[in-house]
């Protein structure tokens, strides 16, 4: 089926070209970097270039040719600066024609030639013209296009309905500004949804004129950490909503780049920022907007007034947006205050609903009902199969891909978004210089090589499977440049898994250099995590070390220096363990082709460091919930980020020679505690102390071998800090365990920076 649908659009392509191809010229065999790669590609005689003579060519009164004319002629002329006229009439040399042809079969097709003639995009309709310039764009702004761009015949359709991202605004927020670059970004990848995360525990971002405390109150919270640097004071709150009509104007500017804005309002968990503002709406307890991140236990109640509340909401959110789907969130809704509540217990026993699940299912259901009467559909996180929804219910399966299977079998329509497959918070690699974030690695690999169809579904089921997202919960993400960090070049790798139906992994890093100088020409700073080079060092003996260098991908030529200056292309090439003497500053970029895919990374390696280890060089004692928190002071200057199991603050330094007596220094800093860890609390470890401030511990082998000394936390005085100790004569190679007695929280914890033996 699938080759007769490209042979159809292949024929309506013909029909609307006016010049033959070339058949004389060479075929040019320079690989393309396009992102995401086409469904169909093949390589054709010729090159056109763009210059001043060059037209782009629509066909009288074809409007919707003629928007996206306008915004090919804008790209044009940002990425080869010249201005190229838009004319109506039919297709010429030196044209570039955009035209709407209905025998372009497929939502979304499009297919273009270039060849010396000129260039030809046909589609069905404006979204398929519009991703047509898109790729024509990237031809034009492929380094290797500088001569022309090279002859292709396109024949595209995407694999997916629904690519998308999630991003949070309620836990950290955006400006109007920061949201449209990311549209910007999003339509050059072909991603067509945007999941706008506007209501949580932590802040209710969307003005609501019905209920004004909704913003007066509840988009505020006490700042967390870092975000004293944001508010200019940790007595000064965060705040931040968008009115409604900055809303309509995203709205506005997405759907410009064909892409729709789903609204996401959580109910009837994370819902305490809504009930701070009215308490009526809740438990009737009193709340503030949470600034701890996790699993607050604040619900919606179940009173006819609150689903009056709701549908008010609803109201409003539906004149803002006009996407078919509304989100409701529907996860991780703590039940103790549903449990404890007789009006609660007294509605279930009159509807007959025997546990809290099925009570959170009725209260979905009748959301569902609600947004259907206005015709629209819900969709939700994969709880809400707890209960009985609306069969035209949507489930986005977050809870590994249990949920899309149970959904998809059960007939409904699902969305991939997996944890911690498809989540942005987590982090890309192991480096020592990564941001804040979740250490369970999601590497660039791992996005691309996630199947968005799960084994468990069948065939004839996997059609009910509308594409998959990237999502990114922004604890650790406080400001623009973080949200960057994350986001690319993983969104690159979503963008091709969700268009492209034939995966290349290889062949998508080859075209990542371009794609890495597309994000440097819109202001983009993506991570380099994939490439970033890892240089680790081992003693040798007689003053010397020897030093092993190595990337996450392994593509390119790692490069090097030991001279002080950064590497360039000319710098030796890294092709195995080289001995460097002490001390000596290793230095190492990765190269492809001559371009830096890497920022340079520097090791001083001297009988100190040698002897050193940070906490993400050391080893966790259990995976509980690791994270890698930020210092809400500077230390030295800087804000530091510390690797720790926030349930077990216990750390082990494996493999470490002792060889006679040591003494020990060991960098602390006390930390705000600020995680809502709900029943998860009872399995945070605690370890008997001696004191109110606890000791670290430092142990021979396992964290019940014998106690090799410790050291009074006291002494940091409740701050950053570096503490000595002296370690007992040992002989031969044993492993450290290095703990902190107490127990973290509830309002602070202790946390290791690096581990210095002397």
Request: net charge negative; with cysteine; glycine share 8%.
């Amino acid at each position: 089926m699938r080759r007769i649908l490209l042979l159809a659009m292949a024929t309506g392509l013909a029909a609307c070209a006016s010049q033959p191809r070339q058949t004389t010229a060479p075929v040019d065999t320079t690989p393309l970097s396009l992102i995401p790669m086409p469904a169909q590609l093949s390589r054709v005689p010729g090159h056109f270039r763009i210059d001043a003579s060059t037209k782009i060519a629509t066909a009288a009164g074809d409007t919707q040719a003629k928007k996206v004319a306008t915004q090919l002629q804008g790209w044009l002329r940002q990425a080869r600066g010249v201005t190229v006229p838009i004319v109506e009439g039919k297709p010429g040399a030196g044209t570039i024609w955009l035209h709407t042809e209905a025998s372009v079969k497929g939502i979304e097709a499009y297919a273009l030639d270039v060849d010396d003639k000129g260039v030809r995009i046909a589609a069905n309709d404006e979204t398929g013209l519009f991703y047509g310039a898109v790729t024509l764009w990237q031809l034009a702004t492929d380094p290797a296009a500088q001569n022309g761009l090279p002859g292709v015949h396109i024949v595209d359709k995407p694999r997916f309905e629904w690519r998308g991202l999630m991003l949070d605004s309620s836990r950290h927020f955006q400006s109007v500004s920061e949201i449209e670059h990311l549209l910007d970004q999003m339509a050059m990848h072909k991603l067509n949804t945007f999941h706008w995360h506007l209501t949580d525990d932590q802040g209710w971002r969307l003005q609501i004129e019905k209920y004004p405390k909704l913003t007066d109150v509840a988009s505020c919270r006490t700042p967390v950490g870092p975000d004293i640097a944001i508010t200019g004071g940790a007595d000064k709150p965060y705040c931040g909503f968008y009115t409604k009509e900055e809303a309509k104007q995203i709205v506005a500017y997405a759907a410009e780049r064909h892409i729709t804005v789903v609204p996401e309002i959580e109910m009837p968990g994370h819902a305490q920022a809504a009930v701070a503002a009215y308490p009526q709406y809740g438990a009737g307890k009193k709340h503030t907007v949470s600034a701890d991140w996790g699993v607050n236990t604040a619900l919606f109640n179940v009173d006819d007034g609150t689903f009056t509340f709701l549908e008010d909401v609803l109201d409003e959110v539906m004149d803002i947006f006009p996407s078919t789907y509304i989100h409701v969130g529907g996860d991780e809704a703590a039940k103790d205050e549903w449990e404890h509540s007789p009006k609660v217990q007294a509605k279930m026993k009159s509807l007959g609903i025997d546990d809290e699940e099925k009570m959170q299912g009725w209260f979905v259901a009748r959301i569902g009902e609600y947004l259907e009467q206005h015709h629209r559909r819900l969709i939700g996180w994969d709880e809400i199969l707890d209960g009985k929804v609306p069969a035209s219910a949507t489930v986005m399966s977050w809870r590994g891909t249990a949920g899309a299977i149970k959904a998809a079998n059960a007939g409904h329509d699902v969305v991939m978004a997996p944890s911690p497959n498809l989540y942005m918070d987590y982090l890309q690699s192991s480096m020592a210089d990564e941001p804040a974030g979740r250490p369970n690695i999601q590497s660039l690999e791992s996005v691309y090589k996630f199947e968005p169809v799960p084994a468990g579904i069948p065939a004839d089921k996997a059609s009910h499977v509308l594409g998959e997202q990237i999502t990114l919960f922004t604890e650790y993400q406080p400001n623009w440049q973080r949200v960057q960090h994350a986001l690319f070049p993983r969104m690159a790798a979503l963008a091709e898994r969700t268009w492209t139906p034939i995966p290349d992994w290889n062949g998508f890093l080859t075209r990542l250099p371009a794609q890495f100088s597309r994000y440097r020409a819109a202001g983009i700073m993506p991570a380099d995590s994939a490439f970033a080079v890892a240089i680790d060092a081992k003693a040798a003996g007689n003053d010397k070390a020897t030093v092993t260098l190595s990337s996450q991908t392994g593509y390119g030529k790692i490069r090097y220096s030991t001279d002080g200056t950064p590497p360039t292309a000319q710098s030796p090439e890294y092709t195995g363990p080289f001995e460097v003497a002490l001390p000596s500053t290793v230095q190492a970029i990765t190269f492809a082709n001559g371009f830096g895919l890497s920022g340079p990374r520097s090791e001083t390696i001297d009988a100190k460091s040698l002897l050193r280890r940070n906490s993400d060089e050391l080893g966790l004692c259990s995976s509980k919930l690791p994270v890698r928190v930020e210092s809400p002071t500077l230390v030295d200057g800087v804000r530091p980020v510390y690797k720790v199991d926030i349930m077990d603050t216990c750390w082990t330094w494996k493999g470490v020679k002792l060889d006679g007596r040591y003494g020990v220094a060991i960098s602390v800093n006390k930390l705000p505690f600020n995680y809502a860890l709900w029943k998860d609390t009872a399995g945070i470890v605690t370890r008997k102390a001696k004191s109110r401030d606890g000791e670290i511990e430092i142990h021979q082998d396992t964290c019940d071998g014998p106690k090799l000394t410790t050291i009074p936390l006291a002494k940091a005085k409740g701050g950053p800090a570096t503490l000595d100790g002296i370690l007992p004569k040992r002989e031969g190679t044993h492993d450290l365990c290095i703990l902190i007695t107490g127990k973290p929280g509830p309002s602070t914890f202790w946390v290791i920076g690096d581990v210095q033996l002397r």
